[in-house]
Every structure is written in C-alpha cells, then in structure tokens.
C-alpha cells in the first residue's frame, strides 16, 4: 500500500490552484475554462484572469500539458540524483535542463523498486513560471496531473487500491494504483478520449465491481458520455464529483514530495557561500581595524591631519564592532547557546572544505547528529571525499565524520558532535 503521510507548514493563505491541461487553463470555483494557442498564449490568460488581483498572486499549478509524458519504470532506491543518474540513458529529459520532470514515491515491487516516472518531451514549464514571475504571478509549485488526482480522494478502501480518471471533451487520463500492483496513468487524447477512457474503466471494473472509483468530469455533457459505460448505479464504489469542485478541494502536497516539477534550490548554492566567506571578512576586519588605526595614526606627521583620520577610523572600528558583535550574536543563536552543538562552525567548515568536485543533494542536522548526501563528479580520484572528510573532521575538530561511498558516485557523511 502507497504511503499517505503528508506533512507540511501552512502559510497565513493557500496559493491558488490551477490547472493547465492540455491547451486550456481551468480555474476553482468555476466550470469555464479558457483556450490558449502557445505558451505565451497561456500567459496572458492567467495575467489577464489575475489582472485585478494584488501582486503577487501565488499560484500552485496543475501542469497536464500534452508534451508531459508519464511512465512506469522500475528504479533503484533513492533520491532524485539517483534516479537521474540511472534512468538518464533511456529517458533524455533527465539530463536536460530545461525540461522539467519529477517521480512518485519509489516503492517496492517484488525484490525490485518502482515508481512513475513524469518527463517533459518540449521543455516549457521552467520559461512558463519565469514569464508569469515576471508578470506578478508566482508559481509557488508544479504538479502532474496523476499526483493531483491522487491526492484528490477523501477515504480510501481497505485494500489501498485507488483509481481516479479525469475526462473531457478531448483528453482524458487516469491515475491507478491497484492494491498489489503496479501503479500506471493512461493518457488519452482527441475525439475518441471520454469513449477510450470509458471503455478502459469498464473492462476494470467488470473485473472489480466493488472497488471505488473517482470520476472528475469537465462538464455535465462529459459526464452524460461517460455514464454510458459506467454509472453509479451499477457500481457502488463510484463516487463522481466536477473538475471545478475537484481544483476547490484542499490538496495535501508537500513541499519536498518528489512529485514537484520545479526544481528546488540546493542546500548549497554560491550566494550562501559569498554569505559565509563575507561573515568571516566581517569578523576578521573588526578584530584587526585597531591595529590599522594605530598603525596609520603613527604615520602621520601633522597633529591635525593626525586628528582628522583618527575620527574617521574610530567611526570605522566602530562600525565594524557593532557588526561583529551582531554576527557573534547570531552565530550564539544559531548554535543553541554555550550548551548546544557548534552547527555554524560545522557549516562554516562544510563551506570552506568541499572541493568543487563534490555535489550535496541533501545536509540535515538533527540534535548532535549530522547527515550528508552527495554525488562526486564522474572521473574524480575515487579517494576524493574521504581527503574531504579529513580536511572537514580532523583529529582536533568538536565533531567526528565517516564516509560511505558507491561505486555509482554517490555517497553519505554522516557523524556528531562531540559532547
């Protein structure tokens, strides 16, 4: 059975849900939707169905663009590098930077794992959500469409098998997880769609009469059409809502489910590491602009002149007390005080340690115990991390670090600190 645990922090309000599928958005609280022809198409209908709206309007987004493309895949166990890493040579998209792709919770399958494997085949989400930023539309986070129907029901039955299909006029798809077997989301597109996804949940549910079942229908016509293969009165188990209703309803996405389109930021990024090599400036130049002060005012021979440069380094040193004060004050809080583990000293080291040739998808700190996942890059000396770990962790630091690494590249620190 797929795990439902879904934990998140809520802000003060909830981001709007929308839903771009196919060639027209789809809005909550309304049966309309609004026709594009292009990308840019798309963006002038949300810019415009927003115009009166304060800015920014957060935005979480349904993403079901034909060019989206899901499949079932067996995969290893592991995080999004690792998926990329092994599934690049079959889908390209992985290794390409403007496509946008994302997987469901890789779960086991006999002595194997599986997952769903979304991809785009024409990039156009990242420049979709670079436009709309840049119109005061903030797409807070991009989802497939199989994710968001699976979310969508409110009970589950007691086997844990879930099917929700999605239809109108001209698509239609489908999210299935049967209790034991392999999850899929079929896709149909143009005249025939509502009649092949009709045809294809009969023949499911002659097989199963009593498992339930979600119908999403864009319309009361395509829901006319698809009751005449399957209707609630000759299924119990079929419970049918509108596509409207369904974009209303709370969805529980969080935000580091593996199913989010938009890549996130890395833990590590250059911005936070200009951060931490200024704060060292800062510290460093406070503690010696005395020694610049009294240096400058020995070299002077006139008194005024003498006395107009030591006001303005007093002014300096000042200054650059203050701020060293406010960092020591925040590096203290950071640390939990005297009593708590040295975590900026530890993340000061991390960032003044790691060798180019060294990637992190993922550093957590919890309590006095530290964990850190990452790639090294391909070709690099196999004995690359373990010379970082001992830069990182020597004999003398307050924490200790040991390395396990794959031969794929992958790797994990993990260690403490020292009590």
């Not at 406070?286 to 002149?305: Q, T, Y």
């Not at 003044?352 to 790639?375: D, E, H, N």
Request: aromatic content about 8%.
């Amino acid at each position: 059975m797929e795990s439902r645990t879904f934990m998140f922090i809520s802000r003060p309000s909830e981001p709007r849900t929308v839903l771009l599928w196919g060639d027209r958005w789809w809005f909550a609280g309304t049966g309309v939707s609004t026709e594009f022809a292009d990308l840019g198409g798309a963006v002038e209908v949300i810019v415009a169905h927003y115009a009166n709206e304060p800015k920014p309007v957060r935005i979480r987004l349904i993403f079901q663009p034909d060019a989206l493309e899901t499949e079932p895949v067996a995969c290893p166990q592991g995080d999004r590098a690792t998926l990329a890493a092994a599934l690049a040579g079959e889908f390209p998209a992985l290794c390409n930077p403007q496509c946008a792709w994302s997987h469901e919770h890789v779960l086991p399958m006999g002595g194997d794992f599986e997952t769903l494997l979304h991809f785009e085949t024409t990039p156009g989400l990242i420049k979709l959500a670079t436009e709309l930023a840049r119109r005061g539309v903030a797409v807070e986070s991009a989802w497939p469409m199989a994710t968001f129907l699976h979310a969508l029901p409110k009970e589950w039955s007691d086997s844990g098998a879930v099917t929700v299909v999605a239809v109108h006029e001209q698509r239609a798809i489908a999210y299935r997880h049967p209790a034991n077997g392999v999850r899929s989301a079929p896709v149909w597109l143009g005249a025939t769609a509502v009649t092949e996804a009709g045809e294809w949940l009969a023949e499911l549910l002659t097989q199963s009469p009593e498992e339930p079942v979600l119908l999403v229908c864009a319309d009361a016509a395509t829901a006319t059409a698809l009751g005449s293969f399957v209707s609630a009165e000759n299924y119990p188990g079929i419970e049918q809502i509108m596509l409207n209703e369904a974009l209303a309803r709370p969805g529980a996405f969080p935000r580091y489910h593996p199913a989010q389109l938009l890549p996130r930021s890395p833990i590590f990024t250059a911005q936070r590491f200009l951060i931490a090599a200024s704060i060292a400036f800062f510290l460093a130049a406070a503690w010696s602009g005395v020694g610049v002060a009294r240096a400058a005012l020995a070299g002077r021979e006139a008194a005024r002149d003498q006395q107009t440069r030591l006001t303005a380094l007093r002014t300096e040193v000042a200054q650059l007390r203050e701020n060293a004060a406010e960092i020591a004050a925040l590096r203290r809080s950071l640390e939990g005080g005297a009593a708590g583990p040295p975590c900026g000293a530890f993340l000061e080291a991390v960032a003044t340690t790691v060798p180019p040739s060294i990637t992190f998808t993922s550093l957590r700190i919890t309590g006095r115990t530290v964990a850190i996942k990452g790639w090294v890059a391909p070709g690099t000396s196999p004995i690359a991390v373990e010379d970082w770990r001992s830069r990182l962790a020597p004999a003398s630091a307050p924490w200790t670090a040991s390395v396990k690494a794959a031969a794929t590249g992958a790797f994990t620190l993990t260690g403490g600190f020292r009590l």
